[in-house]
């Protein structure tokens, strides 16, 4: 194998393996910086033994007893005078737990209990929403800073001071590595959640540039997403998540159009949309609705892209299902952009005046002011009802309360169809 | 980016015979890790080439079939795997640990799948430019 074989071998068994290697040692070290510290050190040793040896077998036990060796070596070798009482007991301790550690009698159980804990501790509710984003792509996701840099359109330096901070909150907060307990356990998997629905939306919908998707952080969203489904089999939550991912970016293909312009939903050419995500999705989703409680937020989301998944034409979609499930995700969240795509899907499955009634009830919504799909959906069902004008100052509005440039222009256009619409 | 892993048949394959018990362990637990690692998106194995059939195009616009079996084994498929990686280099070290899918020697070969990007269509020059300035821009910002 040449050097430069043996390099991107290397990079390549870091993606797959780092995650676990970190996992275990952040259970050991008790650390999560120390941890990665540890796993790059055995990366180090790779990159110097395998263009030499080889890449060995088993390429994940090799990393994980470099690292403990390499952690051993160094604990020993340290001054012991120079240390006060309370860090050499710490020492002694994790040198007797580095040492009583055998990579070769791991349990698969325990490397992915490990790697559960890590997942909960990259996205504990201690950090900030964009420090548990970046801590859990890069311990969990195995990018690099300037990849995840790349993929928000930051500088280097500022993701390398977001992680570097975040280990030191974990730190300071004493953050046991570990999988929750049942009583956290809702809520810290609901944070898990949010933070992969969080990347998956970083790509879907980039409102601060001008390009309309980014599917590599998609894609590496949607690669979490089934890991930690793989990890918690029985959390229907973590499922519909998954689902609501595939059925999303399959419409991806369709989603713009030469040069860029949004393609909304109800337009797209359906033969591009991806089947094989499709397909995946609408597993995914069956999966969830089989461990048979009551459906929540992100399955239900699921579900409602799962109609139009199903629909091979838009005037096939059963919008009646579609407002019976918003009318779940509202009792469950009472959120106002819920209650607004649910006006839309009334619209849709009762009539236009029965969708602007309840979009006139949206109006005191502070959370809804300055959202630029309330005046979408308004100029939308006023264009059905022949009202060309009123509905042209809608989307104009929706269109300057629009950040995302292709989005604008999407509205822009719907306004001048309206006025030029109007007898 | 998807690459798709084939499995190039044997003789053993194409005879239609059954993989060991061991094999199949072997192979679910392969499977196993790739579904655990979110990189597996989809993979079948298929019947023997006596199974199917195949439909020539002659230069002149017309068409024949031709029922199985083939005779190139070599250069016949036996199954393939769809995978979402975020490059070759990691398909490739996927599939080093794949079992040998044959008890005689044999091969997989891995190739990278079209995708909307690659044709253009959702990629035009306008956007990659528009793209690259952002990230210019985005490089200077504090």
């Given at each position: 194998?040449?050097?430069?074989?043996a390099?991107?071998?290397?990079?390549?068994?870091?993606?797959?393996?780092?995650?676990?290697?970190?996992?275990?040692?952040?259970?050991?070290?008790?650390?999560?910086?120390?941890?990665?510290?540890?796993?790059?050190?055995?990366?180090?040793?790779?990159?110097?033994?395998?263009?030499?040896?080889?890449?060995?077998?088993?390429?994940?036990?090799?990393?994980?007893?470099?690292?403990?060796?390499?952690?051993?070596?160094?604990?020993?070798?340290?001054?012991?005078?120079?240390?006060?009482?309370?860090?050499?007991?710490?020492?002694?301790?994790l040198?007797?737990?580095?040492?009583?550690?055998?990579?070769?009698?791991?349990v698969?159980?325990?490397?992915?209990?490990?790697?559960?804990?890590?997942?909960?501790?990259?996205?504990?509710?201690?950090?900030?929403?964009?420090?548990?984003?970046?801590?859990?792509?890069?311990?969990?996701?195995?990018?690099?800073?300037?990849?995840?840099?790349?993929?928000?359109?930051?500088?280097?330096?500022?993701?390398?001071?977001?992680?570097?901070?975040?280990?030191?909150?974990?730190?300071?907060?004493?953050?046991?590595?570990?999988?929750?307990?049942?009583?956290?356990?809702?809520?810290?998997?609901?944070?898990?959640?949010?933070?992969?629905?969080?990347?998956?939306?970083?790509?879907?919908s980039?409102?601060?540039?001008e390009?309309?998707?980014?599917?590599?952080?998609?894609?590496?969203?949607?690669?979490?997403?089934?890991?930690?489904?793989?990890?918690?089999?029985?959390?229907?939550?973590?499922?519909?998540?998954?689902?609501?991912?595939?059925?999303?970016?399959?419409?991806?293909?369709?989603?713009?159009?030469?040069?860029?312009?949004?393609?909304?939903?109800?337009?797209?050419?359906?033969?591009?949309?991806?089947?094989?995500?499709?397909?995946?999705?609408?597993?995914?989703l069956?999966?969830?609705?089989?461990?048979?409680?009551?459906?929540?937020?992100?399955?239900?989301?699921?579900?409602?892209?799962?109609?139009?998944?199903?629909?091979?034409?838009?005037?096939?979609?059963?919008?009646?299902?579609?407002?019976?499930?918003?009318d779940?995700?509202?009792?469950i969240?009472?959120?106002?952009?819920?209650?607004?795509?649910?006006?839309?899907?009334?619209?849709?499955?009762?009539?236009?005046?029965?969708?602007?009634?309840?979009?006139?009830?949206?109006?005191?919504?502070?959370?809804?002011?300055?959202?630029?799909?309330?005046?979408?959906?308004?100029?939308?069902?006023?264009?059905?009802?022949?009202?060309?004008?009123?509905?042209?100052?809608?989307?104009?509005?929706?269109?300057?309360?629009?950040?995302?440039?292709?989005?604008?222009?999407?509205?822009?256009?719907?306004a001048?169809?309206?006025?030029?619409?109007?007898? | 980016?998807?690459?798709?892993?084939?499995?190039?048949?044997?003789?053993?394959?194409?005879?239609?015979?059954?993989?060991?018990?061991?094999?199949l362990?072997?192979?679910?637990?392969?499977?196993?890790?790739?579904?655990?690692?979110?990189?597996?998106?989809?993979?079948?194995?298929?019947?023997?080439?006596?199974?199917?059939?195949?439909?020539?195009?002659?230069?002149?616009?017309?068409?024949?079939?031709?029922?199985?079996?083939?005779?190139?084994?070599?250069?016949?498929?036996?199954g393939?795997?769809?995978?979402?990686v975020?490059?070759?280099?990691?398909?490739?070290?996927?599939?080093?640990?794949?079992?040998?899918?044959?008890?005689?020697?044999?091969?997989?070969?891995?190739?990278?799948?079209?995708?909307?990007?690659?044709?253009?269509?959702?990629?035009?020059?306008?956007?990659?430019?528009q793209?690259?300035?952002?990230?210019?821009?985005?490089?200077?910002?504090q």
């Amino acid at each position: 194998m040449t050097e430069r074989g043996a390099r991107r071998a290397v990079g390549a068994v870091w993606r797959i393996e780092s995650p676990r290697l970190i996992g275990a040692l952040a259970r050991i070290t008790g650390d999560v910086g120390a941890a990665e510290d540890l796993a790059q050190d055995s990366l180090v040793a790779a990159l110097e033994e395998w263009p030499r040896s080889g890449v060995p077998d088993r390429p994940g036990a090799w990393l994980m007893a470099t690292a403990k060796n390499r952690a051993i070596d160094r604990l020993r070798r340290r001054e012991v005078a120079a240390r006060k009482e309370e860090e050499l007991r710490r020492e002694v301790e994790l040198d007797a737990r580095l040492s009583a550690y055998d990579p070769a009698a791991t349990v698969a159980d325990e490397i992915e209990d490990d790697l559960l804990s890590l997942i909960f501790t990259a996205c504990h509710p201690v950090l900030t929403a964009e420090a548990r984003v970046a801590l859990t792509l890069r311990l969990v996701g195995a990018l690099t800073t300037a990849e995840i840099a790349r993929a928000f359109l930051v500088k280097e330096s500022t993701v390398a001071q977001r992680i570097v901070r975040a280990k030191r909150t974990l730190a300071e907060a004493k953050v046991p590595i570990e999988v929750p307990g049942t009583d956290e356990r809702a809520g810290r998997l609901a944070s898990v959640l949010e933070v992969i629905y969080a990347i998956f939306n970083e790509g879907y919908s980039a409102s601060a540039g001008e390009v309309w998707i980014r599917t590599d952080l998609c894609q590496e969203a949607m690669r979490l997403g089934r890991v930690l489904a793989g990890l918690v089999p029985r959390e229907a939550e973590a499922l519909g998540l998954v689902a609501l991912m595939e059925l999303q970016a399959a419409r991806f293909p369709a989603r713009t159009g030469p040069g860029g312009q949004a393609i909304p939903l109800l337009e797209q050419d359906r033969s591009r949309w991806d089947f094989v995500l499709i397909g995946r999705g609408l597993k995914a989703l069956g999966r969830a609705e089989a461990l048979g409680r009551p459906l929540g937020p992100y399955a239900l989301q699921a579900a409602i892209a799962a109609c139009h998944a199903r629909a091979r034409a838009p005037e096939r979609t059963d919008w009646k299902r579609i407002v019976a499930l918003y009318d779940a995700l509202e009792a469950i969240t009472g959120s106002p952009v819920v209650r607004l795509n649910r006006a839309v899907a009334v619209g849709m499955a009762f009539g236009a005046v029965a969708g602007l009634d309840l979009l006139r009830g949206l109006d005191d919504q502070p959370a809804l002011d300055g959202y630029h799909l309330l005046p979408a959906a308004r100029g939308e069902l006023l264009e059905r009802l022949g009202r060309g004008a009123e509905a042209a100052a809608e989307f104009t509005r929706a269109a300057e309360l629009s950040d995302n440039a292709p989005a604008a222009e999407l509205l822009r256009a719907r306004a001048r169809r309206a006025g030029a619409a109007t007898p | 980016m998807r690459v798709m892993a084939i499995v190039k048949a044997s003789e053993a394959s194409e005879a239609g015979e059954m993989p060991s018990e061991e094999m199949l362990a072997a192979m679910g637990e392969f499977n196993e890790e790739m579904v655990k690692a979110g990189v597996l998106l989809a993979g079948e194995g298929l019947h023997p080439s006596s199974k199917g059939a195949r439909v020539t195009f002659g230069g002149d616009g017309e068409r024949t079939v031709i029922d199985g079996p083939f005779a190139e084994t070599k250069e016949l498929i036996a199954g393939y795997w769809l995978m979402q990686v975020r490059d070759m280099d990691e398909a490739i070290e996927w599939m080093k640990r794949c079992p040998n899918p044959h008890d005689e020697p044999g091969a997989i070969e891995l190739r990278q799948v079209f995708e909307a990007e690659d044709f253009g269509e959702e990629f035009t020059p306008e956007l990659r430019e528009q793209e690259d300035r952002i990230r210019e821009q985005a490089e200077q910002n504090q």
